[in-house]
């Protein structure tokens, strides 16, 4: 489904490419470009957001918030598409690299030591319940993230820090430029 979900995207912005400069601009006035239906998957007409929010997301017993850094939405401010199909055998593996990466981009996620402020990307705050819904004990942002202080470039002290809240979290503007 990561992987239908990424070659759906691509293909929606490859119908309108050269002359669109974010996948927004593939909405309209009462709908948006994630509302468009225009594949079949699974026997029935579907739009993105179906498949992100409905199939992954919203499957049954479904706890997984590293998805969030595996679909790809063609955006400057996605986690980078992977180079290669996300696959059953290696999925926790593959999971875990595209989220230590995302986490390591300093463009999108980083510790202002001077302000004591986690500045991170705008998919935290969208999509915050995720984080913090018990996925292997983290029932707070602030403790899925201190899993990864290595990514983030935090001490062990800074990821205590974190847990105990030492930092206020901020949230960057995401950006939609279409990602060439």
Do not use: M
Not at 3 to 9: G, K, L, Q, R
Not at 81 to 86: E, K
């Amino acid at each position: 489904l990561i992987n239908a979900y990424n070659a759906f995207t691509i293909e929606l912005i490859l119908s309108a490419y050269p002359d669109i400069e974010s996948i927004r601009d593939l909405g309209g006035l009462l709908t948006s470009a994630w509302k468009k239906r225009f594949f079949h998957l699974l026997g029935q007409e579907r739009h993105l957001d179906d498949v992100e929010h409905g199939l992954l997301r919203g499957a049954p017993g479904f706890d997984e918030p590293r998805i969030h850094f595996a679909v790809n939405c063609a955006s400057v401010g996605c986690p980078a598409l992977r180079p290669g199909a996300f696959r059953a055998a290696t999925l926790e593996a593959q999971l875990e690299d595209q989220t230590r990466r995302f986490l390591s981009d300093r463009t999108r996620n980083y510790l202002d030591r001077s302000e004591n402020v986690l500045y991170l990307s705008s998919i935290f705050d969208w999509y915050g319940d995720d984080f913090s819904k018990g996925h292997r004990g983290a029932d707070r942002l602030e403790v899925f993230l201190s899993r990864y202080a290595q990514a983030l470039g935090l001490s062990d002290a800074e990821a205590k820090g974190l847990t105990a809240g030492a930092y206020e979290i901020d949230f960057l503007d995401y950006d939609w430029s279409l990602n060439n």
